[in-house]
């Protein structure tokens, strides 16, 4: 998907829909075995000719049993342009679930705009960024508008607090995601 975006641009809402879609429910799938990804980018993100998704590559994935918790993981991994701040700031962990919805939230911004919400180069300002929740979204490098549908489940997916992030029901059910069924 990563190529894709960078090839042809952004997807109109409908396509990305469609294909974010199955992104959904394939981390579904993974965390209802209580697996979490934690490098979900678009380069991680495959297409096949039928447009059908494939998540790909878990060299970093972890089983986490008790999704109850929010201090569970303490490696630090990913990549760093779809890593939540809790990840990024010492503390004493984190939920890999709610590391996975942050991360598609990343890759959804990707979709939609052809560009990655935080990137400036510097770690210690992307960190402040997505703490602080100071960050532009939604930017389309090309003349298409955005949803106001679309920018809050963005939104609510970057979440810094963990405890007001989405969940997978909250997104499947999100206003966005419904417009298309």
Known sequence: MGKTVK???????????????????????????????????????????????KVADFGLSVF??????????????????????????????YNAKLFDIWSMGGVL???????V??????TKQIVAQQVSGDIVLLRPMYKRTVSSSAKRLVRHMLEPDVLKRARIEGIKRSKWMTLMA
């Open 64 to 93: 986490c049993k008790d999704s109850t918790s929010n201090k569970q993981q303490l490696s630090r991994c990913g990549t760093r342009m779809f890593m939540p701040p809790e990840v990024l700031t010492p503390n004493n962990g």
């Open 7 to 53: 090839n042809y641009g952004p997807y109109v809402e409908r396509d990305a829909q469609f294909l974010f879609s199955q992104i959904v429910a394939a981390i579904e799938y993974l965390h209802d075995l209580d697996i979490a990804h934690r490098d979900i980018k678009p380069e991680n993100v495959l297409l096949n000719h039928r447009n059908e998704v």
């Open 109 to 115: 911004h990707y979709m939609l705009t052809g560009q």
């Open 117 to 122: 919400p935080f990137d400036d180069g510097r």
